[in-house]
């Protein structure tokens, strides 16, 4: 079994920044890739950004060039930096990770990050 938790969200003005993180424990082999993935009131669940463990990022046309993902190995843990936040940011953010256990690869996610940008 996979953990994975997170921490950073909160409330800030438009203009400001956060940083999320979440670190994943357990067992398992590798971590093939992690990501954040946002779900606002009302909307589906969107991806964000995500990382590979070769160092491979992609990001939503949204949040190109305000928001960076970012990785470290050694600690199982994934890092999402916001910047110039916008109230259409917004959500509930929630960590993923794409997993090979001894058996398996399995998608695991987080219990979710409340972000609210707010004036």
């Known amino acids: 079994q996979v953990q994975l938790v997170e921490s950073g969200g909160g409330v800030v003005q438009p203009g400001g920044s956060l940083r999320l993180s979440c670190a994943a424990s357990?067992?398992?082999?590798?971590?093939?890739?992690m990501g954040w993935y946002r779900q606002a009131p009302g909307k589906q669940r969107e991806p964000v950004a995500t990382i590979t463990n070769e160092g491979s990022t992609n990001y939503v046309d949204s949040v190109q060039g305000r928001f960076t993902i970012s990785g470290d190995s050694a600690k199982n843990t994934v890092y999402l930096q916001m910047n110039s936040l916008k109230p259409e940011d917004t959500a509930v953010y929630y960590c993923?990770?794409?997993?090979?256990?001894?058996?398996?690869?399995?998608?695991?996610w987080g219990q979710g990050t409340q972000v609210t940008v707010s004036s």
């Open positions: 357990g067992r398992f082999f590798k971590i093939v890739a």
């Open positions: 993923n990770a794409d997993v090979i256990t001894l058996l398996t690869r399995t998608n695991y």
